[in-house]
């Protein structure tokens, strides 16, 4: 069955250094890959997507994320974190099941603490 | 343009009673899907419509209906609120041939 594990619940960070937030996927073929952030008591904004081509996806907010076809991996990274990044952040797949349209599957998600 | 909104953004209900959350866009969007999200188990999809007049079960529709009579209205209904209904829930919409969604701010939903 599908599924997107985001393996850690919460991350603490000090501003100014370098971010990662794990994303691993499970699906037959490379699906359609997200990452959004939702900031508290706010709907989910898309920080970007990868559907093919480069491996290395820029996105808003000075974000970027790598697909990594063998390790089913689509990690976001940022070099420099700003106090305002703290937030939930939450990796999702699409992919086309039989039945036509598509599907999206969101992992738990990530909260970001952010500390001076 | 307003995107996507919901109304409304807080509502208590007891149980047995029921109600309609009403989620609206204009941005053009065939797609619409309604998720809850519940601490810990990220968004899970409710119901979606890829298109006016048609509705589909999504991953935990039990409880719920839903109707998308215009192109512009997605709404979601509850004909008796259960306390495990309790949760925050968001409306997205998104266009055709992609699966980019735009959300709206959500609706906090407690049921006693």
């Known amino acids: 069955a599908q599924s997107v594990t985001q393996p850690d619940i919460h991350i603490t960070v000090s501003e100014g250094a370098s971010l990662e937030l794990r994303c691993n996927y499970s699906y037959g073929a490379t699906p359609y890959l997200f990452w959004y952030v939702q900031s508290p008591g706010q709907g989910l904004q898309l920080l970007l997507k990868y559907f093919s081509g480069d491996t290395l996806v820029q996105g808003i907010k000075g974000f970027e994320a790598e697909f990594k076809r063998s390790q089913s991996s689509f990690n976001l990274r940022k070099p420099s974190v700003h106090w305002s990044d703290a937030a939930e952040y939450f990796c999702?797949?699409?992919?086309?099941?039989?039945?036509?349209?598509?599907?999206?599957?969101f992992g738990a998600g990530t909260r970001l603490f952010v500390k001076a | 343009n307003a995107g996507v909104t919901q109304t409304p953004k807080f509502r208590v209900l007891k149980t047995g009673q029921s109600m309609t959350l009403l989620c609206a866009q204009d941005m053009n969007h065939e797609y619409m899907y309604w998720y809850r999200q519940d601490p810990g188990m990220g968004l899970r999809l409710i119901h979606y419509s890829v298109g006016e007049g048609t509705t589909a079960k999504g991953e935990v529709p039990d409880g719920y209906n839903v109707s998308r009579l215009k192109k512009q209205n997605f709404l979601l209904g509850l004909e008796s609120a259960a306390p495990s209904q309790t949760s925050v829930y968001f409306c997205a919409g998104g266009r055709r041939g992609t699966d980019t969604q735009y959300f709206g701010p959500g609706t906090r939903l407690t049921v006693l």
């Open positions: 999702a797949v699409a992919f086309l099941p039989y039945t036509g349209g598509f599907k999206t599957i």
